[in-house]
């Protein structure tokens, strides 16, 4: 089980439903990034793809989250993320349908919401970039990881 939290709130997921939630939120953050610290996020979820990482070892805690200078507008975009993904942003693109997606995006919204992030010093950015996979259209923020979380999908 991989399990994420939050301000209370937990969700644990199979590697699957994980692949899942990673995806619809990649779509989503994929649309709406703009600033620094949103590509930093959106590689902290990149980072959640079993593929990337090897099966069953994932896992977020919002609390650890490197939240950015301005905590706030980082929660903010993270909820917009997840309203978009709730709005079935490019689900039609997946190539399957997604029945559960819906109730792991509320809970993952109850848990931003919840989490009392603190404000941090901006982490080493070397690792992350503002770069999109070609055949997905996804970004892909990871400087090691050429794909997308799409890329190799069944
Ligand atoms: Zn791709």
Request: hydrophobic share 45%.
């Amino acid at each position: 089980m991989n399990v994420f939290e939050g301000g209370g709130h937990e969700l644990e997921l199979r590697n699957g439903a994980t692949e899942v939630l990673v995806e619809v939120l990649m779509l989503a953050v994929t649309a709406l990034a703009r600033e620094d610290w949103d590509y930093a996020f959106a590689a902290e979820l990149a980072r959640q793809d079993q593929n990337l990482m090897g099966r069953g070892v994932v896992g977020l805690r919002l609390e650890d989250l490197d939240w950015g200078p301005d905590p706030e507008r980082g929660r903010a975009f993270a909820l917009a993320v997840v309203d978009l993904a709730l709005t079935r942003h490019r689900w039609d693109e997946l190539g399957y349908d997604p029945p559960y997606a819906e109730g792991y995006l509320r809970t993952f919204r109850l848990m931003v919401e919840a989490t009392r992030p603190a404000p941090v010093p901006p982490a080493d950015p070397t690792d992350i970039m503002a770069a999109s996979c070609i055949r997905h259209r996804v970004l892909t923020p990871l400087a090691w990881y050429p794909a997308c979380v799409l890329c190799g999908r069944g």
